[in-house]
């Protein structure tokens, strides 16, 4: 692979409490996933990180989570389908009119937290988060955890979709990220996340703990944006990928 895209979480400061460095990253990566508000964010920032992003020519997504500020949408919620359907398109819909206020338009969605882990494990749910999302509009890249219950729901929807690997996660066999509260979970050395990155970028594969290699649609590579090292990653995975003699471009999607 000659090119791949680079995406980042953000937007995820909240009144006085700031998180991450988005104006920094917002120089090295090609799409911005903006929280919604449910699990972080609010309109302040939602505002100026919109208005951010368009002014450095990066995509826009909307990232739609469980309304649980306290725990940063990384606690698991059991919802219903129709309860989870219209809390996607209540935040999809927000990102949507506050882009278009800051002169940008959403072009993809993606799951955060919980809500992804949850949907990577059941394609039904997967499938409900986007029918919600595709019902405003149809044409959104839906961007999916590569080789997960997410892509077989994206897969069965014939949606425009995008695969995604994480530069800052470990990564089980099935292809499912290792939780959080396992040792090694989260990558925080940048020499390592981008040594990872041109490997997985090269192979077209996700590279287990176990050393399993995974073939994965590796569309755009992701960083959580509030990590403490996430600028110096997102560096350092730009300039390894540039060393391999890949490039950095937005994801035009894909439908198969």
């Known amino acids: ?30 799409s911005a996933n ?12 939602m505002a100026a990180t919109m208005a951010a992003a368009v002014a450095n020519d990066v995509g826009i997504g909307a990232h739609p989570g469980f309304r649980d500020l306290e725990g940063f949408g990384r606690r698991r ?13 209540y935040q999809v819909a927000a990102a949507q009119g506050m882009a278009r206020a800051a002169g940008g338009t959403v072009r993809h969605l993606k799951l955060h937290g919980a809500m992804a882990n949850m949907a990577a494990e059941d394609e039904a749910m997967a499938r409900t988060a986007y029918e919600a999302a595709l019902a405003l509009d ?3 890249i839906v961007m999916v955890l590569a080789g997960t219950a997410q892509e077989r729901a994206a897969r069965s929807l ?12 470990a990564y089980n066999d099935d292809a499912t990220l290792v939780d959080r509260a396992e040792p090694g979970a989260v990558i925080h050395d940048p020499e390592i996340a981008a040594r ?61």
């Open 138 to 140: 149809p044409d959104m």
């Open 77 to 89: 919620i059991q919802m219903t389908p129709g309860a989870l359907a219209h809390a996607v398109q």
């Open 158 to 169: 014939g949606c425009i979709w995008a695969g995604e690997i994480f530069a800052d996660r």
């Open 196 to 256: 990872r990155m041109v490997e997985m970028v090269g192979a077209g594969a996700i590279v287990a703990e176990s050393g399993a290699r995974i073939p994965a649609a590796v569309d755009t590579i992701c960083l959580h944006g509030d990590g403490k090292t996430a600028l110096a990653i997102a560096r350092a995975v730009r300039d390894g990928l540039k060393a391999a003699g890949v490039t950095l471009r937005r994801f035009e999607g894909r439908r198969d």
């Open 34 to 45: 903006i929280a919604c508000g449910f699990h972080a964010g609010d309109p302040d920032v």
């Open 1 to 30: 692979m000659d090119h791949v895209d680079l995406n980042a979480d953000m937007g995820e400061s909240f009144g006085p409490w700031p998180m991450g460095d988005d104006a920094a990253l917002l120089d090295v990566v090609t």
